[in-house]
């Protein structure tokens, strides 16, 4: 089963910037979607941005989070800016794929990278 990594959480100040990575075990087929997702304490993991069919946001982080990826390496990156406090969270990367060119597809979850913002 292909894993997922997500890097680059840390603390940041308000106002700064933080660059999320997320990388594969393996090569990941048939992508569907990638996108990223976040989980603060005591909330529902929400949705943050994806990828494919034109990136998209949620209206929280638009104008300042952008999302990108290398769909040949299966790796997602989510760039940071303006970060407020109501962005700590887990930040978790997610990938609808195949692990085979034959497989069924499936979404990957990573363990996710912790980010805490400071004020």
């Known amino acids: 089963q292909v894993q997922l990594v997500e890097s680059g959480g840390g603390m940041v100040q308000a106002g700064g910037s933080l660059s999320l990575s997320c990388a594969t075990s393996g090569k990941i087929f048939k992508i569907n979607q990638m996108g990223w997702y976040r989980q603060a304490p005591r909330k529902q993991r929400e949705l943050v941005a994806t990828?494919?069919?034109?990136?998209k946001y949620a209206d929280s982080v638009k104008g300042r989070f952008t999302i990108s990826a290398d769909i040949a390496k299966s790796t997602a990156y989510l760039q940071m800016n303006s970060v407020k406090p109501e962005d700590a969270a887990i930040y978790y990367c997610?990938?609808?794929?195949?692990?085979?060119?034959?497989?069924?597809?499936?979404?990957?979850w990573g363990k996710g990278t912790q980010v805490t913002v400071s004020s």
């Open positions: 997610n990938i609808d794929g195949a692990d085979t060119p034959w497989g069924h597809t499936y979404e990957h």
């Open positions: 990828f494919l069919g034109g990136p």
